[in-house]
Nanobody, 125 residues
Framework: QPQLVESGGGLVQPGGSLRLSCTASGDSLHLYAIGWFRQAPGKEREAVGCISTSGGSLDYTGPVKGRFTISRDNIKETVVLQMNNLKPDDTGVYYC??????????????????WGQGTQVTVSA
């Protein structure tokens, strides 16, 4: 079972960028499709985007399309969420999650079996 770890969160001004990483111990990350999620204070957790095991299939939710990009390096066993043109509404705890069960083309409304502990992203002037 993979133990997922997110890193790269922090405080950034509106319009800025952050790069989050998802890594794993205990199993190989390249075996899993990965989803990125976020949860703002007082709100439900929502999907940000997801990526297939090969990286060839991706899906993003509406609010982040054109601003966020997910990629993966299966040699380095890392999945990256590149966030550009950040807005205050992007503030929240960001999680990565893993699943072996998906179909192509990937859609993010999957049942994820493994979750990281999250990393805080704060967008504020």
């Amino acid at each position: 079972q993979p133990q997922l770890v997110e890193s790269g969160g922090g405080l950034v001004q509106p319009g800025g960028s952050l790069r989050l990483s998802c890594t794993a111990s205990g199993d190989s990350l390249h075996l899993y499709a990965i989803g990125w999620f976020r949860q703002a204070p007082g709100k439900e957790r929502e999907a940000v985007g997801c990526i297939s095991t090969s990286g060839g299939s991706l899906d993003y939710t509406g609010p982040v399309k054109g601003r966020f990009t997910i990629s993966r390096d299966n040699i380095k066993e890392t999945v990256v969420l590149q966030m550009n043109n950040l807005k205050p509404d992007d503030t929240g705890v960001y999680y990565c999650a893993a699943t072996e069960r998906y179909q192509l083309p990937i859609q993010c409304n999957l049942r994820y079996d493994y979750w990281g502990q999250g990393t805080q992203v704060t967008v504020s002037a």
